[in-house]
């Protein structure tokens, strides 16, 4: 009897493969499914945000106040992962450039990759390690202890009152960090360049001047900007859509830094295809 | 009997795979406190929620004041919530701002007040749930009455006709119950307006209710004055009133 039942209960083996690969298929619909339900919910997000920034339905003392959290408070963590970096950047080329005789070269090698590339993107990813995890954390938490429905209760918009100070002070802010980074960046290079390979400040910055136009500034300034969108935005998403009390703040804060950094390796690749002439 | 000032008709919704509620319907009547009771994870919290338009309902309508809800815009939605107070359970007081602020949010937002004149309403408000003291204080140094408290202050700042309290004397001591009860009952004089309280301390409701609502399985099955509640043949209304763990409600 007890055998019988076991046998009844036993699959044949194309059933099983059948059920194996409907469950394959089923996880990977789950999966494309979440995909398209976050990318459905970020950008119903930015256009609600930038709806909100559009009809100057703005707090200004909140977005000061956040320019101050997201970004006076990230300043010094800029200042020093640009400053080393500068100078790595400068230790690893300059004595080599030197050797070849293109030591004349190397203030343009170093400023070029730092306001281009290094510059934004390196203080986007600092700053989304610090600054996205406290955004989801902070609005994770205001999720999970019911204060983001306190204030749906109250007759004002979570989008306004919470997300567009952060997305602003985050536009306003990342560039600036940035001007910053690019300036220590190149400093920290310069001086390595002159201790390691005995380049002259003079020739050092005679090259940043002759490779680095203006338009490039503004170029790496606008990626910046995107960048402090997506830090603000992904935070915020992550945050707004916490589920499972102090547990799923935990797992919205990871995601958050996770997605944010990975995008902003994509949309860097992206705009430095399209802003430099890649195509 | 009184008007309706707000309904639940046939709404059915669910959390994932639970259903919550099922063809549920209640009415609201106006200037009177509802009591609604039930198991916990009943779907209790979840009709406040629909009343106040945090929630829609997969099937089913939701009417306050004789509108239907459910098909608002948010912008509409904003502005009913203006007249509809919600004291959540846990206060979900604004970590950031002191009580006064969390008070004062509201009519910064929605009136034309000066900050002396909303400074003055705010301490009539905290004054009338006893706080006054506590203005200038942050919710973490608050106890968990006065938070309930404060957040009770917070909900009728704005003079609303309809007052949704979740659960506002769980965890509580009895002497605090006993205040937070009084409290209820005189701000719903104070303000003539109507108020929907869920809540599982019998004594307290018996205290302050005028109707009784009692959900099950996603339904309201035993609908009345407390008197009508307490002489209820039903047995899963019985079962409830006395805490028997006997009867037909599943442990």
């Known amino acids: ?279 | 009997m009184p008007n309706v000032i707000a309904k639940l008709d046939g709404v059915s919704l669910s959390y994932g795979d639970r259903n919550v509620l099922r063809n549920c319907s209640m009415d609201i009547y106006e200037g009177v406190i509802t009591c609604i009771i039930g198991m916990s994870g009943a779907g209790k919290s979840t009709i406040l929620r629909l009343l106040d338009g945090l929630r829609k309902p997969e099937l089913g309508h939701v009417y306050v004041r004789g509108e239907d809800i459910c098909h608002m815009r948010e912008s509409e939605l904003i502005e009913m919530r203006t007249k509809i107070g919600f004291a959540f359970q846990f206060a979900a007081l604004f970590d950031s701002m002191t009580v006064g602020d969390n008070v004062a949010l509201p009519l910064r937002e929605h009136t034309s007040l000066t900050e002396d004149e909303i400074r003055e309403v705010v301490i009539h408000t905290l004054d009338s749930v006893g706080l006054a003291h506590t203005y200038d204080n942050m919710p973490s140094e608050l106890s968990g009455g006065m938070l309930k408290r404060a957040g009770f202050a917070r909900a009728v700042v704005t003079n609303p006709d309809l007052v949704l309290y979740d659960e506002p004397t769980t965890g509580l001591d009895p002497i605090v119950t006993h205040l937070l009860t009084d409290t209820i009952k005189r701000l719903r004089q104070q303000l003539n307006a109507t108020a929907v309280v869920i809540s599982h301390d019998l004594q307290s409701i018996y205290m302050m209710a005028d109707y009784v609502a009692m959900l099950f399985e996603g339904a309201i099955i035993e609908y009345g004055t407390v008197e009508d509640i307490q002489k209820s043949v039903n047995p899963i209304v019985q079962q409830f009133l006395t805490g028997s763990e006997v009867g037909p409600i599943p442990i």
């Open chain 1, 1 to 279: 009897m007890s055998q019988a039942l076991n046998d009844s209960e036993t699959p044949n083996p194309a059933e099983a493969v059948e059920r194996a690969s409907l469950g394959a298929l089923t996880q990977i619909g789950r999966k494309v499914n979440s995909f398209f339900d976050y990318i459905g919910g970020i950008t119903a997000l930015a256009g609600e945000t930038a709806s909100t920034i559009g009809k100057l339905r703005i707090r200004f003392a909140e977005t000061v106040n956040q320019c101050y959290l997201l970004g006076y408070q990230s300043l010094i963590i800029v200042l020093l992962t640009s400053l080393f970096t500068g100078m790595v950047f400068s230790l690893e080329s300059a004595v080599q450039a030197v050797q070849y005789g293109f030591g004349g070269f190397v203030g343009g090698i170093v400023s070029y990759t730092n306001v281009r590339e290094l510059g934004p993107m390196l203080t986007a990813v600092v700053v989304a390690g610090r600054v996205c995890a406290a955004i989801a954390a902070e609005l994770g938490s205001m999720v999970v202890t019911e204060q983001v429905e306190a204030l749906q209760s109250l007759g004002l918009a979570p989008v306004r009152f919470l997300v567009v100070p952060r997305v602003l002070a985050l536009m306003i802010m990342l560039p600036l960090l940035t001007v910053f980074a690019d300036v220590i960046g190149v400093m920290g290079g310069e001086w390595i360049a002159h201790a390691q390979a005995h380049i002259a400040y003079n020739d050092f910055m005679s090259s940043a001047r002759q490779t680095i136009g203006f338009e490039d500034v503004v170029k790496g300034l606008f990626k910046s900007v995107i960048f402090g969108i997506i830090i603000a935005l992904v935070g915020a998403y992550q945050g707004l859509t916490t589920t499972g009390g102090a547990a799923g703040v935990g797992k919205s804060t990871t995601s958050a830094v996770v997605i944010c950094i990975i995008l902003i390796f994509i949309v860097n690749f992206m705009m430095s295809y399209f802003l430099y002439g890649g195509g």
